[in-house]
Nanobody
């Protein structure tokens, strides 16, 4: 089993940037595909970005493509989400997830989830 802890959330003005981190512990991190999701108040959780176990396979939601970048450092057991040109509609709790397969992460299925970190973008 893998445990995930997100950090890096906060309050930022529109147009600003934040970098989220997700630290994993437990089973070998390098074997997992990872994903970022978000949930705004009153809305369903939505997919944001995914990265394969080696970091070579990437996939983004259309709403963040060109603004967000997902990356990972397997030596540090950490996956990142660099968020640029933030918009008020990006306000949400952001979660990272781990799973054995890239396509299941993209589909929203993960073996483990973090507790989430709040991102608030003011206009």
């Amino acid at each position: 089993q893998v445990n995930l802890v997100e950090s890096g959330g906060g309050l930022v003005q529109a147009g600003g940037s934040l970098r989220l981190s997700c630290l994993a512990s437990g089973r070998p991190f390098s074997t997992y595909a990872m994903g970022w999701f978000r949930q705004a108040p009153g809305k369903d959780r939505e997919f944001v970005a995914a990265i394969g176990s080696s970091g070579s396979r990437l996939y983004y939601a259309d709403s963040v493509k060109g603004r967000f970048t997902v990356s990972r450092d397997n030596a540090k057991n950490t996956v990142y989400l660099q968020m640029n040109s933030l918009k008020p509609e990006d306000t949400a709790v952001y979660y990272c997830a781990a799973g054995p397969y890239f396509f299941t992460i993209v589909a929203g299925t993960g073996d483990a989830w973090g507790q989430g970190t709040q991102v608030t973008v003011s206009s």
